[in-house]
């Protein structure tokens, strides 16, 4: 049975990483935004549903319409997210609490990452790649894995020699499309949006944000397969899935999971909604509205073996009781 991984943003946050909200404060503070009075109207505008991605989505859909009037606020906004990945990624580089202070090897956070069979990410940021891809995963894997990998991904070493082993400090391009496939010795880590150190073949940002990511990842070779891997995991009918920090608000991401739960999949959430999850983005559970259950509410009531709510800094740190109940998911 194979053990998989889905991590989003409420991941990095155990180590400082910006939720949707605070990426939306942060951008208010930008020069880019702060300078210019129509964006930062535009981000109010879409504050409470979809924050800065669906002001992001509006300018993409603007631009399309007519390019040389939304062509200075788009590039505005973009640039504003990209210094927002800069200072998160240079606070993940000089975190020195990558294991939360844990001294024993099998209670780390690296440790109980190698026991995943494939890493699916939505986080663009660089956090696995500083702490975890460097890492000796050989070793603490008990051998399990060579080390790890991105399938399909070339890396361009840094020019800085202290920096050229780093994968957080190097640039990727994709390979060609022969190129893409994992080799079973690696663990593979699938960035399913991209990331913000991925460059295209004509140098633009790989980075999958706003309203159009399905359009996006359609038209980006090494996303539209990576993709791909990740329905076929999950639908292979003896799957588990660990989902760590993703609130569920990408619909081709949860259609990928509801298929694999239609063919078996179970599902093990830890977030600080635990179980409850799928009712508490329920619209229809707010108070003046008439009850009516979700796909995704009996999605997750028909999978799940278990879920935690409490962050990875207490269940890695010194939760021996929550620790033991997470670890449950490989014996499931």
């Given at each position: 049975?194979?053990?998989?991984?889905?991590?989003?943003?409420?991941?990095?946050?155990?180590?400082?990483?910006?939720?949707?909200?605070?990426?939306?404060?942060?951008?208010?503070?930008?020069?880019?935004?702060?300078?210019?009075?129509?964006?930062?109207?535009?981000?109010?505008?879409?504050?409470?549903?979809?924050?800065?991605?669906?002001?992001?989505?509006?300018?993409?859909?603007q631009f399309a319409q007519d390019p040389?009037?939304?062509?200075?606020?788009?590039?505005?906004?973009?640039?504003?997210?990209?210094?927002?990945?800069?200072?998160?990624?240079?606070?993940?580089?000089?975190?020195?609490?990558?294991?939360?202070?844990?001294q024993y090897i099998e209670r780390q956070i690296g440790t109980f990452l190698t026991r995943f069979d494939a890493i699916f990410t939505l986080n663009q940021d660089v956090l696995l790649e500083h702490h975890y891809a460097n890492e000796n995963v050989t070793l603490i894997s008990n051998q399990k894995w060579a080390g790890p990998q991105l399938p399909g991904m070339r890396r361009i070493p840094s020019h800085e020699p202290l920096h050229a082993n780093s994968w957080s400090r190097s640039t990727w391009r994709p390979l060609p499309d022969d190129g893409f496939k994992a080799d079973s010795h690696f663990q593979p880590i699938y960035k399913l949006h991209g990331s913000s150190n991925?460059?295209?073949?004509?140098?633009?940002?790989?980075?999958?944000?706003?309203?159009?990511?399905?359009?996006?990842?359609?038209?980006?070779?090494?996303?539209?397969?990576?993709?791909?891997?990740?329905?076929?995991?999950?639908?292979?009918?003896?799957?588990?899935?660990?989902?760590?920090?993703?609130g569920f608000r990408d619909e081709h991401i949860n259609a990928a999971i509801a298929s694999g739960v239609e063919k078996g999949l179970k599902l093990f959430i830890v977030a600080p909604e635990g179980a409850e999850l799928g009712r508490r983005l329920n619209p229809n559970?707010?108070?003046?509205?008439?009850?009516?259950?979700?796909?995704?509410?009996?999605?997750?009531?028909?999978?799940?073996?278990?879920?935690?709510?409490?962050?990875?800094?207490?269940?890695?740190?010194?939760?021996?009781?929550?620790?033991?109940?997470?670890?449950?998911?490989?014996?499931?």
């Amino acid at each position: 049975m194979a053990d998989l991984l889905l991590i989003g943003a409420g991941f990095s946050r155990n180590w400082g990483g910006w939720l949707a909200t605070e990426a939306f404060e942060h951008l208010l503070g930008s020069p880019e935004v702060s300078k210019d009075a129509g964006l930062r109207r535009l981000l109010w505008k879409h504050q409470e549903r979809g924050g800065f991605e669906e002001a992001l989505a509006e300018l993409q859909t603007q631009f399309a319409q007519d390019p040389d009037t939304a062509r200075g606020p788009l590039m505005a906004l973009q640039d504003a997210v990209k210094r927002m990945f800069d200072d998160m990624n240079t606070a993940f580089m000089a975190t020195t609490d990558w294991q939360f202070g844990q001294q024993y090897i099998e209670r780390q956070i690296g440790t109980f990452l190698t026991r995943f069979d494939a890493i699916f990410t939505l986080n663009q940021d660089v956090l696995l790649e500083h702490h975890y891809a460097n890492e000796n995963v050989t070793l603490i894997s008990n051998q399990k894995w060579a080390g790890p990998q991105l399938p399909g991904m070339r890396r361009i070493p840094s020019h800085e020699p202290l920096h050229a082993n780093s994968w957080s400090r190097s640039t990727w391009r994709p390979l060609p499309d022969d190129g893409f496939k994992a080799d079973s010795h690696f663990q593979p880590i699938y960035k399913l949006h991209g990331s913000s150190n991925w460059i295209r073949a004509d140098g633009q940002p790989m980075l999958i944000i706003g309203g159009a990511k399905v359009r996006e990842i359609g038209q980006t070779p090494i996303l539209n397969w990576y993709y791909k891997i990740f329905e076929e995991s999950l639908t292979k009918g003896d799957a588990k899935l660990m989902v760590i920090g993703y609130g569920f608000r990408d619909e081709h991401i949860n259609a990928a999971i509801a298929s694999g739960v239609e063919k078996g999949l179970k599902l093990f959430i830890v977030a600080p909604e635990g179980a409850e999850l799928g009712r508490r983005l329920n619209p229809n559970r707010a108070p003046g509205h008439i009850l009516a259950p979700t796909p995704l509410e009996g999605m997750v009531e028909e999978s799940l073996i278990g879920a935690s709510r409490r962050g990875l800094r207490e269940t890695f740190g010194y939760d021996d009781a929550e620790f033991a109940k997470v670890m449950r998911f490989f014996a499931a």
